[in-house]
């Protein structure tokens, strides 16, 4: 019989990590401005994500502007976005899963194992988010340090990773491992049932004598 509590830690993980993922696709700051190198323009920052990009003054005035076109957009944020939205709503459609097969729940209470087998396809469908969200951060990170170590990439041009990334993939690792919790925790099915035999018929019974 699975672990309730195990479970529940499991989806509490996964959920945080759920929330980390939408707060990651959100953020604007998914490629901050290098000041490294030769690069000291402090004067204002910029900010890149999967939705806008932004500016920062050394006022302290913040402008941002949505992308205008859909089709305009390069293949790396159109990927990204597709990733991520794609991890989110495996997360969702595995925490209604995971509501219906966890042991603290009362959905199917009278099928145990049955319960079990949904709480297992919850956490299979958990970890493929997170693998769907840490190939998304990583996809985007790669990028960015492959064209901040290009030698003909402009100093003014390059960027580092921003905070959204490190969100994004700090989600990704709890999403993983709270559905390999509520994976590893179900039981296989028949374990722990010992085997019944019919209980023997030895001679000496009564009522049977033989001349």
């Known amino acids: 019989m699975a672990n309730a509590g195990i479970q529940l830690l499991g989806f509490t993980l996964a959920f945080l990590g759920f929330i980390g ?15 490294a190198g030769d690069n000291i323009i402090t004067a204002q920052a910029m900010y890149e994500g999967l939705w806008r990009s932004c500016v920062s003054q ?28 794609s991890a989110i709503l495996l997360c969702f459609i595995s925490m209604l ?42 996809w985007y990170g790669h ?35 709270g559905g390999s919790f509520l994976c590893c925790n179900c039981s296989s099915e028949g374990s722990g049932k010992s085997p019944r035999h019919p209980a023997s018929r030895s001679a000496g019974q009564p009522g049977k004598d033989y001349v």
């Open 97 to 138: 899963v995971d509501v219906v097969g966890m042991r603290c729940t009362t959905c199917m209470a009278d099928q145990p194992e049955q319960k079990d087998k949904v709480a297992l396809a919850g956490g299979v469908i958990f970890i493929v988010a997170g693998v769907l969200a840490l190939a998304g951060t990583s």
């Open 21 to 35: 993922s939408i707060a990651s696709t959100v953020m604007v700051e998914w490629k901050a401005s290098s000041y």
């Open 58 to 85: 050394s006022t302290g005035q913040i402008q941002c502007k949505v992308y205008d076109s859909l089709l305009q957009l390069p293949g790396l944020v159109l990927g990204t976005r597709g990733l991520m939205l």
């Open 143 to 177: 990028r960015i340090a492959q064209d901040f170590y290009n030698p003909f990439t402009p100093t003014n041009s390059r960027y580092e990773f921003g905070s959204a990334l490190f969100v994004g993939w700090g989600a990704a690792c709890l999403i993983i491992i």
